[in-house]
């Protein structure tokens, strides 16, 4: 199916996802992030409601995204985590790293 990213321009900075999210488009989620933090852009809302699937790849992107965030004194944070994705978000403990909106 592929991962589609929409990015929204402001103050944060929206991206939605929708699709699937793993070991196959984690990647393209990796380098829009890093290019969108390279502009300046650090402080990052992203929105999962859409996604019919993610694993543990993406989550380690996910990861090393908010530490590059927080790095910059900024902050990423998630939306519209679905069951199952929360209950992978539960195990793993990410809810308790991540703000969730």
Sequence with gaps: MGLTI???SGDPTELTLAGELDAFTAADLRD???ELMAAGM???VIDLAALN???ST???VLVSAR???RHNDADLRLRGIRTPAKQLF???GLSRVF???
């Design 99 to 101: 703000n969730i909106e």
């Design 67 to 69: 530490k590059r965030a």
């Design 6 to 8: 929409d990015v929204q």
């Design 32 to 34: 829009r992030l890093r």
């Design 90 to 92: 539960d195990l793993t």
């Design 42 to 44: 650090h402080d990052i």
């Design 58 to 60: 993406a989550l380690g």
């Design 53 to 55: 699937f993610i694993d």
